[in-house]
């Protein structure tokens, strides 16, 4: 039996190692499951392409991603016919390819299409998407979510008085303690220029959402330093806060009103949080 010196390398296992052994030693346990299925089409005659993770072991244990092509031997040369093999043990043919790099460049592309470049939270229209899913799942299971309108208060006066540099970095600290003060099931995404929105499924109770309303303040509250200078700058916000059904049944409405409740808040004293009313 033999193995090219490619499947070494790309495995990280000697030949002796993998001879003879069966596929799932190779396989991530999380394709495990794809096998059997795979070997019963080869071996009905139906060639067939799979994407299988397959383990390296170079450097630790990891993990690649293949196109594996598998097809009975005897339906590729003729002259196995002559062979005699075992019926529990039919020959196979595979060809692996690599495509980590491939699916990895598609899923940055992917990432980049639903996400802010500035802060990697997801964009408008991702959280569009995830907020008309949570209309329709709330809907269905009659249960509460909240929708935040967050906007950072005087944002233009610091980025004109210390430059884009610094106003960049501001927002990906603020955006990274907004995000620290949220459940993992909830969605923080930047709406645009100094607008974040944030969607809060399962809230039972609207005391809730106001405790997480403290909490995001509460995170801007201790000034934001940066490296390489002496700066602490302070940066206030107003939140306005829509809970589905009460102020609305529709994607489009809740996100209106928790606008209008966050500019409530701009025009009363900002720095602080209100529901719509």
Do not use: W
């Amino acid at each position: 039996k033999y193995l090219n010196h490619k499947v070494e390398s790309l495995t990280g296992l000697p030949a002796e190692e993998l001879i003879g052994q069966p596929l799932s030693r190779l396989v991530h346990e999380d394709h495990i499951a794809k096998l059997p299925l795979f070997f019963e089409r080869a071996e009905a005659g139906e060639p067939i392409t799979q994407e299988i993770k397959l383990k390296t072991h170079s450097g630790g244990v990891g993990h690649k991603d293949f196109d594996i092509i598998l097809t009975s031997t005897l339906e590729v040369n003729t002259a196995l016919t002559q062979a005699t093999f075992s019926p529990e043990d039919p020959p196979f043919l595979g060809i692996a390819r690599d495509i980590t790099e491939r699916k990895q460049a598609l899923e940055l592309m992917e990432f980049r299409a639903s996400h802010d470049s500035l802060t990697d939270l997801p964009n408008r229209n991702l959280f569009m998407d995830r907020l008309r899913l949570a209309v329709s799942q709330a809907r269905r299971n009659r249960q509460k979510f909240a929708v935040f309108f967050i906007d950072l208060d005087n944002f233009k006066a610091i980025n004109d008085a210390y430059g884009h540099g610094i106003g960049d970095q501001l927002l990906q600290k603020v955006a990274s303690g907004l995000k620290h003060c949220l459940r993992e099931g909830d969605t923080l995404a930047r709406y645009g220029g100094d607008e974040f929105m944030a969607l809060l499924p399962s809230l039972d109770e609207k005391k809730d959402a106001a405790t997480v309303a403290r909490k995001l303040l509460t995170s801007l509250e201790a000034p934001f330093r940066f490296e390489g200078c002496d700066l602490g700058i302070s940066i206030g916000t107003s939140i306005g806060i829509a809970l589905y059904p009460e102020n609305g049944d529709e994607a489009e409405t809740l996100i209106e009103r928790a606008d209008m409740a966050m500019y409530a808040v701009k025009r009363e004293k900002k720095n602080d949080f209100r529901f719509y009313s």
